[in-house]
C-alpha cells in the first residue's frame, strides 16, 4: 500500500535523552515535513524538506533536528535541547507545485519522563 | 508572519443540528485547504479552495472561500455522530510557498 509510515507510534524516554522518529513515504512527494500537535495547539511546523539533501526550520525548529539523504525518508530528532518535548508528531508529505496538499502519517505520540 | 485563526474552538452540537467553522488569514491566500481529524487519528484532506467566492460541497459538507481570499468556512449540515472530530483550515499564501499555516481547529462534538 502507498503511505506514509511513522515509527514507532508509542515512545517513552527519559528527559535529557535524544530520540529519533522515523518517517518513510513511498508516494514519490518530493516535500516532507515535521508537525508538532499539542492540545488547543493546531499544528506547528517544525522543519520541512523540499529534495534530498536540503532542509528549512519551520515555526518552532529549536530542539529539533532533521535529515534528508533520501527522497522516501525524513526521520526528526527531538534532543534534549527541546524543553517540553512530549508532544504528538506528525510527519507529512505532498507533491511540490499540487497547490501542497499534505498527507499525513498516523503520528508518533512521544512521552518524556 | 501569516497567521490563520479560526473560531470557534470547540462546538458542541446535537445531533441533526448543524454546524459552522470560520478560518480568516492575516494575508490574501492563494489557496485554503480543510482537514478533518478523527479522535486518536491523524489529519486527512478534504478539500481545497482555489478561486474567489468558490462554494465547494460534499454531501453535508459545504466550504466557501470569500471574495477577498482571506476567509473561509466550513458548513455541516444536519450532524452525524460520525462528524465527530476536529477540522481544521489551512492557507497557502501565495504562488511558490511551500508552508501551509494551520489554524488550531474547531473540535465538534455530536451528541446522539
Known amino acids: 500500500d502507498g503511505g506514509i509510515t511513522q515509527s514507532p507510534k508509542y515512545l517513552f524516554r527519559k528527559e535529557g535523552q535524544n530520540v529519533t522518529l522515523s518517517c518513510e513515504q513511498n508516494?514519490?512527494?518530493?516535500?516532507m515535513y515535521w508537525y508538532r500537535q499539542d492540545p488547543g495547539q493546531g499544528l506547528r511546523l517544525i522543519y520541512y524538506s523540499q529534495i534530498v539533501n536540503d532542509f528549512q526550520k519551520g515555526d518552532i525548529a529549536e530542539g529539533y533536528s532533521v535529515s534528508r539523504e533520501k527522497k522516501e525518508s525524513f526521520p526528526l530528532t527531538v534532543t534534549s535541547a527541546q524543553k517540553n518535548p512530549t508532544a504528538f508528531y506528525l510527519c507529512?508529505?505532498?507533491?511540490?507545485?499540487?497547490?501542497?496538499?499534505?498527507?499525513f502519517g498516523e503520528g508518533s505520540w512521544l512521552t518524556v519522563v | 508572519g501569516q497567521q490563520v485563526m479560526q473560531i470557534p474552538q470547540y462546538q458542541h452540537v446535537q445531533e441533526g443540528e448543524d454546524f459552522t467553522t470560520y478560518c480568516n488569514s492575516s494575508?490574501?491566500?492563494?489557496?485554503i485547504q480543510w482537514y478533518k481529524q478523527r479522535p486518536g487519528g491523524h489529519p486527512v484532506f478534504l478539500i481545497q479552495?482555489?478561486?474567489?467566492?468558490e462554494v465547494k460541497k460534499q454531501k453535508r459538507l459545504t466550504f466557501q472561500f470569500g471574495e477577498a481570499k482571506k476567509n473561509s468556512s466550513l458548513h455541516i449540515t444536519a450532524t452525524q455522530t460520525t462528524d465527530v472530530g476536529t477540522y481544521f483550515c489551512a492557507g497557502l499564501s501565495g504562488a511558490g510557498s511551500y508552508q501551509l499555516t494551520f489554524g488550531k481547529g474547531t473540535k465538534l462534538s455530536v451528541i446522539p
Open positions: 479552495l482555489v478561486k474567489s467566492g
Open positions: 507529512a508529505s505532498s507533491i511540490m507545485g499540487s497547490g501542497n496538499t499534505i498527507y
Open positions: 508516494l514519490n512527494h518530493d516535500a
Open positions: 494575508t490574501t491566500l492563494s489557496n
